[in-house]
């Protein structure tokens, strides 16, 4: 059974657990979650399924994927317990190392696990000759040789039907003096203006930034407000990507996401959560309000603007310790959960108390709705569209973990993924 507004059938299913629901939201309420979660799609990364690691070392799982065709089976795994997450995102270096070559086999491999392919990640990072960098490298001859990987990206991205072309750089300098950071800048200007030339009509370049890792002394785009520069710079078709855990401790994210949408340059996000730094851990599991802040910035946008974000909605974690399967489930049901009750938030009281300066009964507008337990609405939505209720534990109760840890350990030792942590 579909799920909709104007499906009145399915909202009474929807109410179903009167007593519970009845108590903490209306039908407007329960209408607003209901079209949140019918909207809501999120795309998972293929290299979240593979062995990765730290500085110090990779740790093993014996149900990791060690091969394209294993992690796209995994994400189909998720994909069909949870529903919302049909595409997946590509590596160009670790998925698809022969480049166009690969392309039909990996277009083959994403439809048997029921998944399309999504944004196509180029590799800039790896290679040892972007040991100073990649559009940024002082010799012409590697900064040609990055521009020709992206072009390369972008036709691969055609072939499978991609839209978004995911570029994050490495690039930067560790100590003062060792760079010319207005001449690097140039050259970027000059490398993202000729990868854009390169784009179909419908694709766009989504361009990230991070302050610090691996360069420690400056990084060439190293926050929104360079990216934003930076995509301007390349042309109308480029968008700035915000990873959550690129920021400095504290910093205000959903203030960035709000300029950004008022601007039209926030392109997609890399979901992620962490405590430090790029920790890479499960979404909401450090933050949670800071999630549900940002995923009502965007609402709020859409509300006061009549039509929905563009916006591609993209995890990127490092499993390193928790199952990867588990966690990527996790994370997905807490994106689900945050949404929801993103959803909740009654704008037209919020912005009469916004006008009338009532801080108080402004801020309650949002911890009221991130303090509602949206949880018994998401199992009967869940239930509504045939999946269950409790995807994480359906997923524990399928075996599929213990299966295929028996099929990939005696792989496991001798075939690591040749990712360390991506970025």
């Known amino acids: 059974m579909s799920v909709s507004r104007s499906a009145k059938g399915g909202l009474r299913n929807v109410r179903s657990h009167g007593a519970i629901l009845g108590a903490i939201m209306n039908s407007a309420a329960t209408d607003a979650i209901v079209g949140a979660l019918d909207a809501f799609r999120i795309e998972l990364p293929t290299w979240g399924f593979a062995n990765t690691g730290t500085r110090f070392g990779k740790y093993l799982q014996p149900a990791a994927a060690t091969t394209i065709s294993e992690k796209l089976s995994d994400a189909g795994h998720v994909h069909a ?78 072939r499978l039907r991609s839209r978004d072309i995911s570029l994050w750089f490495a690039d930067g300098s560790n100590y003062p003096g060792t760079a010319n950071i207005r001449q690097r800048k140039r050259w970027f200007q000059e490398s993202l203006r000729a990868a854009h030339e390169a784009l179909a009509s419908d694709q766009r370049l989504l361009v990230e930034y991070k302050p610090f890792e691996p360069a420690f002394y400056h990084t060439d785009i190293a926050d929104w407000g360079m990216a934003m520069l930076a995509a301007r710079a390349a042309g109308p078709r480029a968008k700035v990507l915000v990873d959550t855990g690129h920021h400095y401790q504290s910093q205000n994210i959903e203030q960035i996401v709000a300029w950004l949408l008022d601007e039209q340059m926030l392109g997609g996000f890399h979901f992620n959560d962490r405590r430090y730094a790029d920790d890479d851990l499960t979404l909401g599991s450090i933050d949670p309000y800071q999630a549900f802040r940002i995923f009502h910035e965007i609402r709020l946008f859409e509300w006061e603007n009549g039509g929905r974000a563009d916006i591609a909605y ?110």
């Open 81 to 158: 317990l949870t529903g919302i997450c049909p595409t997946v995102a590509l590596h160009a270096q670790w998925d698809l190392p022969r480049g166009l070559d690969d392309a039909a086999e990996v277009e083959s491999l994403a439809s048997r696990a029921g998944l399309a392919p999504g944004a196509i990640n180029p590799n800039l990072f790896q290679d040892q000759d972007y040991k100073f960098g990649s559009f940024g490298n002082p010799d012409p001859g590697v900064r040609a040789k990055a521009l020709d990987h992206c072009r390369e990206c972008i036709g691969v991205a055609r």
């Open 314 to 423: 993209v995890i990127d974690q490092s499993h390193n310790l928790k199952g990867k399967i588990d966690a990527m489930i996790q994370t997905v049901g807490m994106a689900q959960v945050l949404v929801a009750r993103a959803a909740l938030v009654d704008l037209p009281r919020l912005m009469d108390a916004q006008r009338s300066c009532d801080l108080i009964a402004a801020e309650t507008c949002l911890q009221d709705a991130f303090a509602t337990d949206v949880r018994p609405i998401l199992r009967e939505w869940r239930q509504s569209k045939g999946l269950p209720s409790d995807p994480l534990d359906a997923s524990r109760q399928s075996g599929y973990v213990e299966r295929i840890s028996r099929e990939r350990a005696t792989r496991q030792a001798s075939s690591a993924s040749s990712a360390t942590e991506y970025a």
